[in-house]
């Protein structure tokens, strides 16, 4: 697709509003649908979408092979270590209303918030990096 | 009456996918048929469903199968007439018709026990669903129940999920990645 400029304005241009949307998907899933797993989808829709545009090079300089992969567990370490906090401030694991961080309500939901991200973190960059595993490079007839 | 429409789409789109003979094409009506899915479940007041499909079922899954079909071909196999009419082939075509309809006819026998759509006497309306409804703003003060449900009263599962997720990625990782020659 690279020498296609159409595909790559559009790609490029598209690309920072689509993952500003993943963001407030992530960020409102208490307020409307959504929430860590579809935010993250999008994320990395947005960055496969970058990358079927520009090429994989293009790609893995802009996300190396390397921080994709340690990506891919802090999601899952973000949401267990929540889960650890919450014992170490007294109560059950990922019982998020015994954090610290003020009434139990706010905590509760800066628990679920933090949660969140950690899904949408490990749910984005394993979908860039099946992507990247799976698609064969070089490839112009498709 | 547009319930009816939509199904039907989703029976063409069905139809079409298995005969289309580029394969390229068939992933597209696969992904026509996830965004009217996701059309069936807001219809059906399931807001987030209906996002999953979209961004996964339409999106995402698309992506992947096309970075697959980028490692095989990209035209289905034609078979010849005589192919066709070997008996290998005729008893494989036999088979998967009466595997299709067996467990259609289950299917359809499990849906004739079910009670109606939205019938508040229904058991899954009675269980634990009054619960959430009426409990979750003031357990959690979380406004959107689903969230509440999957990242608090089922984090657990949730948790098992994101590590479905991250061990889906790590065996891609191990299976796919190609060393870099020395």
Known sequence: MKEHIIVRIVAKFFTPFIQLYAFYVIAHGDLGPGGGFQGGVILGASIILYVIAFGMEEGRKRISQKVSDILVSTGALVYAGIGVFCILAGGAYLEYAELPLGSHHLASHLGMYGIEIGVGITVAFVMITIFFETAKKERTDI | ?182
């Open chain 2, 1 to 182: 009456m547009i319930d009816i429409l939509l199904l039907l789409i989703i029976v063409a789109c069905a139809i079409f996918a298995l005969f289309m003979k580029d394969l390229l094409s068939a992933i597209i009506i696969l992904g026509v048929y996830s965004f009217i899915m996701a059309v069936i479940f807001t219809r059906l007041n399931a807001v987030d469903v209906a996002f999953t499909e979209a961004s996964v079922g339409a999106g995402i899954t698309s992506v992947l199968m096309i970075a697959a079909l980028s490692r095989t071909k990209r035209y289905e196999h034609h078979y010849t007439k005589e192919e066709r009419k070997k008996p290998s082939a005729l008893f494989s075509k036999i088979m998967s018709l009466v595997l299709v309809i067996v467990t259609g006819a289950v299917l359809v026998y499990g849906t004739i026990d079910m009670p109606e759509f939205g019938d508040p006497e229904a058991p899954t309306n009675q269980h634990v669903s009054p619960r959430y409804i009426e409990e979750t703003h003031h357990d959690t003060g979380i406004h959107n129940m689903v969230t509440a449900v999957l990242a608090s009263y089922r984090g657990y599962d949730t948790l098992g999920e994101t590590t479905v997720i991250f061990t889906a990625g790590t065996a891609v990782i191990l299976l796919l990645r190609r060393k870099k020659k020395a």
